[in-house]
């Protein structure tokens, strides 16, 4: 009888030992621009992560607890100017109480220019034209881990959320490569530290910067990392856009419009990073999911 109860027990607890649980930011995007997202519920959801069928525990909106990082790239040439002010018209619409913080990539590290705060006067005292030293950033991949793994804040349940202005051209490997090591690093840091990116394309002027394979290159880096981790990628053909404007105007409206998934799964081992496919099951029903996500232990914290 003994015997009968622990090979009816093991089971179970084998299931439960195996058993991961993650979460994910996702944005519901609308059909047409200028349109009201579609309303959507849990049992409209179907999700694999790890290539397996994986089980919704929540879905509820996110308001408040916003967290945002402006990261310009120091190598701008001061070009950038002309689209300061809208920048930090972009920080003062924020809702009142996101926490924002202004940094510059420098020499491979996020220079943060003060603590986040919801204080939108003291953040904009950071603001300024950037260097425009050719390579002074060492890579723009190399500062987003650095943001990532060096976030100003332990607030577990805060979106963190990162808008990228810079070229995307890695320095180290200047024509694309998909499978670009220090692209996969920033990747997977900022999967780690739950960051959602947004990227917003402004050219370099340095001489390095005037060929089509280079910004062909910087362009598509930045939408890797903008799909890995559920954010966007922004730009307006090879050239600087006359605006940001737009762009932040869209970013709004995503970040009104984002939603926390909360998913348990299989995971064997320790806390790893695995792929998200999330899809919408009624008609009308669209949105942008991270494509990989951290899956850790109940208990375990998801971004250290």
Request: charge should be negative; include cysteine.
């Amino acid at each position: 009888m003994a015997a009968g109860a622990l090979l009816t027990v093991s089971p179970i607890l084998a299931q439960t030992e195996n058993e991961g649980q993650g979460r994910a930011i996702v944005t519901l995007v609308a059909k047409h621009d200028g349109d009201t997202p579609a309303s959507v519920s849990q049992p409209d959801l179907k999700l694999e992560v790890g290539g397996k069928k994986s089980t919704v525990t929540g879905w509820k909106p996110l308001q408040g607890s916003l967290e945002m990082v402006v990261l310009i790239d120091s190598s701008s040439r001061s070009s950038l100017g002309t689209q300061l002010e809208e920048i930090a018209h972009f920080i003062q619409r924020l809702p009142p109480t996101a926490r924002v913080a202004l940094a510059y990539m420098e020499n491979g590290r996020a220079h943060l220019t003060g603590p986040l705060s919801d204080e939108r006067a003291a953040v904009l005292q950071g603001l300024h034209l950037p260097g425009g030293t050719q390579g002074s950033n060492g890579s723009p991949y190399f500062c987003l881990s650095d943001l990532a793994k060096n976030w100003p804040s332990t607030d577990q349940n805060a979106r963190r959320e990162v808008v990228m202005v810079t070229d995307g051209v890695d320095t180290y490997q200047q024509r694309y490569d998909p499978d670009d090591p220090y692209v996969h690093a920033a990747i997977d840091d900022s999967v780690r530290g739950g960051l959602v990116i947004y990227a917003l394309y402004w050219r370099n002027r340095g001489p390095a910067d005037n060929q089509g394979a280079l910004t062909d290159g910087g362009q598509n880096f930045l939408l890797q990392v903008a799909d890995a981790t559920g954010g966007k990628s922004y730009w307006e053909g090879f050239g600087n856009p006359v605006s940001f404007e737009p762009f932040f105007t869209d970013l709004n409206r995503r970040l009104n419009n984002q939603y926390e998934l909360g998913f348990t799964t299989q995971l064997n081992g320790k806390p790893q990073i695995a792929s998200l496919k999330l899809k919408f099951t009624a008609p009308g029903e669209k949105g942008d999911a991270p494509q990989q996500v951290m899956v850790y232990r109940e208990g375990v914290n998801p971004h250290p």
